[in-house]
T-cell receptor
């Protein structure tokens, strides 16, 4: 079945450092891809999305490009802040079941800790 | 203004009890979901409903029963609670049309079974 693999964390960075969190997927067809962020004690917030190959999703300085040739959707940010400390989840929506009620399949999450 | 809300936020109960978690969304979406997040933060789908019709019913003990009285509400009832049910339960919603099917999540309910 479809699956998502994320780099293991935690990732520890200093403020203003460059961030990359790797995400690769296995899927039949063309899934939609997402990054969600979970701040401590909160629910998941949609950070960005991409629905087809070569699409670039971006939001709040974060970017990710849908690469079908490498089945990847890596998250990047040029300069992280302390407030970016959170758990980041890569997820896909199964293409072959793209209909109402299709579940998201999540990676295991990557914890980011940014210090000042 | 909360888009997806859940009650309660925290739930502490003893083994064997029956409890319910409520979810409401005011986004006008027609599809709602329950996910379980375990202690390692792994998220897994439990159920999904579209227009009050059950779409996904993953391998979940039948002690868990979802109920959707209308498109804006999806409740989760759990019978005979067990220690292993301790987790954070998230409700989510999405709109069926439009392509990406991104889902919007509630704040979660942290269930602790003692």
């Amino acid at each position: 079945g479809d699956s998502v693999t994320q780099m293991e964390g935690p990732v520890t960075l200093s403020e203003e450092a460059f961030l990359t969190i790797n995400c690769t997927y296995t899927a039949t067809g063309y899934p939609s891809l997402f990054w969600y962020v979970q701040y401590p004690g909160e629910g998941l917030q949609l950070l960005l999305k991409a629905t087809k190959a070569d699409d670039k999703g971006s939001n709040k300085g974060f970017e990710a490009t849908y690469r079908k040739e490498t089945t990847s959707f890596h998250l990047e940010k040029g300069s992280v802040q302390v407030s970016d400390s959170a758990v980041y989840f890569c997820a896909l929506s199964e293409a072959r079941r793209r209909k109402a009620g299709t579940a998201l399949i999540f990676g295991k999450g990557t914890t980011l800790s940014v210090s000042s | 203004d909360t888009a997806v809300s859940q009650t309660p936020k925290y739930l502490v109960t003893q083994m064997g009890n029956d409890k319910s978690i409520k979810c409401e969304q005011n986004l006008g979406h027609d599809t709602m979901y329950w996910y379980k997040q375990d202690s390692k933060k792994f998220l897994k789908i439990m159920f999904s409903y579209n227009n009050k019709e059950l779409i996904i019913n993953e391998t979940v003990p039948n002690r868990f029963s979802p109920k959707s009285p209308d498109k804006a509400h999806l409740n989760l009832h759990i019978n005979s609670l067990e220690l292993g049910d301790s987790a954070v339960y998230f409700c989510a919603s999405s709109q069926a049309s439009g392509g990406a099917y991104e889902q919007y999540f509630g704040p979660g309910t942290r269930l602790t079974v003692t």
